[in-house]
């Protein structure tokens, strides 16, 4: 690898993932991500973006396949950033919030794997890499991590609750590494997950509209780069002011 910033982003084939991806590709970082699909061809065609590889990240093997195959690209090369992006949130077949009482168990261990396990895996297994950059990790909880939300289903919105609490105690024990560890909490934000119903909760947002992929993959960027150098353990509002009622 040549001396360019190294960057690990999961969930990078759509969404927040994708577009955080081309922002870090766009400042001239080395990109390696992950995601249960493929990129779309064109992103391989970009030189910066060094590797794409398949995971599913609800499954422990796929997951330590990703850690190694990462590390053997990487080599003893630093890693100055770490985004831990992927995240999953069922419905039923009619789209019905699955609450504590109408979940599947099996279902919610699969959204503990997916948005909270894969994390503290993987933060774990570049944990060395990125005390070799003096890097951050970014970690992406949500809204519904706070409260009550009234789409997001109740195992989502506790997993990424704690993922928030994993933001914590990261930030507590890699600092002996100098390394960082914030997340970002995007409120509504127009991707593939947002459902028409959404549109109700404009009302709710004081700046009357629902936010970008931009907006969060700029935050991430942010907490990502030496100019939050002295930020750690913290949790970035990306609501559009949302989060205050």
């Known amino acids: 690898m040549d001396g360019r910033k190294n960057v ?65 690209v990487l080599g003893e090369a630093p890693l100055h950033a770490l985004v831990n992006n992927a995240g999953m949130s069922p419905k039923t077949p009619y789209k019905e919030r699955l609450g504590c009482l109408n979940g599947d168990l099996d279902a919610w261990r699969q959204v503990f794997e997916v948005n909270f396990y894969s994390a503290l895996k993987i933060s774990r297994g570049f944990a060395a890499a990125l005390h070799r950059g003096s890097g951050a990790v970014v970690n992406v909880t949500s809204i519904a991590g706070h409260s009550v939300h009234p789409f997001a289903g109740s195992a989502y919105s506790i997993s990424k609750a704690a993922l928030s609490a994993l933001t914590r105690e990261l930030a507590h024990e890699f600092a002996a590494l100098n390394v960082r560890v914030n997340a970002v909490a995007p409120g509504e934000i127009e991707t593939d997950m947002v ?8 009302p709710r947002i004081p700046m009357e509209r629902m ?19 002295y930020i750690t353990g913290t949790e970035l509002w990306v609501t559009g002011g949302q989060h205050l009622y």
């Open 211 to 229: 936010g970008a992929p931009e907006d969060v993959a700029r935050a991430i960027y942010y907490l990502a780069s030496e100019d939050a150098g």
């Open 195 to 202: 459902q028409p119903e959404y549109e109700s909760l404009i």
């Open 8 to 72: 690990i982003i999961t969930g990078a084939s759509r969404g927040i993932g994708h577009t955080t991806a081309k922002l870090f590709l766009s400042r001239g970082w080395h990109v390696l991500t992950c995601s249960r699909d493929d990129v779309p061809p064109e992103c391989g065609r970009i030189p910066n973006w060094t590797t794409h590889i398949p995971t599913d990240l609800g499954d422990a093997d796929s997951v330590a396949r990703f850690i190694e195959q990462a590390k053997t």
